[in-house]
T-cell receptor, first 111, second 114 residues
Framework: GDSVTQMEGPVTLSEEAFLTINCTYT??????LFWYVQYPGEGLQLLLK?????DKGSNKGFEATYRKETTSFHLEKGSVQVSDSAVYFC??????????FGAGTRLTVKP | KAGVTQTPRYLIKTRGQQVTLSCSPI?????VSWYQQTPGQGLQFLFE???????NKGNFPGRFSGRQFSNSRSEMNVSTLELGDSALYLC?????????????FGSGTRLTVV
């Protein structure tokens, strides 16, 4: 079945460092791809999305490009802040209301 | 507009008891999904309701059940609680009825079984 694999954490960076969190997927069709972020004690918040190949999702300085040829949707940010510390989840939806999540990557940004 | 509201935020129950969690989706959203989140298993899909009908179901035992009302509010029930049911239970709603554009999640109900 469809699945998502994302890089294991935790990831620790200094403020203003460049962030990449890798995400690859397996799907039989053409899913929509998402990044969600979870802050301590909270639910998941949709960070960005892409619904078709070559789409770039972006929000709050984060970006991810839907790469069908490499089945990837890597999350990037040019300069992280302490406030970006959270758990990040890559996810896909096959349009049949079945959303699959990766295991999550914990990011800690130190001042 | 108001987001997805889950109540209560925290619950402590004893093994063997049953529990009911509530979720009010964003106004106008007819799809409600439930997830269980644990450190060991991550996010696991429980079930999804659309217009009072269960459309999808994850791989959980029959002790886990749910329903959706005509106003789209949803409840999930866990009977005969086990220690392993301790988790954060998340509810998510969708306006399109599909996952194409993503879900909006509530803040969750933290269930602790002792």
């Amino acid at each position: 079945g469809d699945s998502v694999t994302q890089m294991e954490g935790p990831v620790t960076l200094s403020e203003e460092a460049f962030l990449t969190i890798n995400c690859t997927y397996t799907a039989t069709g053409y899913p929509s791809l998402f990044w969600y972020v979870q802050y301590p004690g909270e639910g998941l918040q949709l960070l960005l999305k892409a619904t078709k190949a070559d789409d770039k999702g972006s929000n709050k300085g984060f970006e991810a490009t839907y790469r069908k040829e490499t089945t990837s949707f890597h999350l990037e940010k040019g300069s992280v802040q302490v406030s970006d510390s959270a758990v990040y989840f890559c996810a896909l939806s096959d349009h049949n209301n079945d959303m699959r999540f990766g295991a999550g990557t914990r990011l800690t940004v130190k001042p | 507009k108001a987001g997805v509201t889950q109540t209560p935020r925290y619950l402590i129950k004893t093994r063997g008891q049953q529990v009911t969690l509530s979720c009010s989706p964003i106004s106008g959203h007819r799809s409600v999904s439930w997830y269980q989140q644990t450190p060991g298993q991550g996010l696991q899909f429980l079930f999804e309701y659309f217009s009072e009908t269960q459309r999808n179901k994850g791989n959980f035992p029959g002790r886990f059940s749910g329903r959706q009302f005509s106003n789209s509010r949803s409840e999930m029930n866990v009977s005969t609680l086990e220690l392993g049911d301790s988790a954060l239970y998340l509810c998510a709603s969708s306006g399109t009825g599909t996952g194409t554009y993503g879900y909006t999640f509530g803040s969750g109900t933290r269930l602790t079984v002792v």
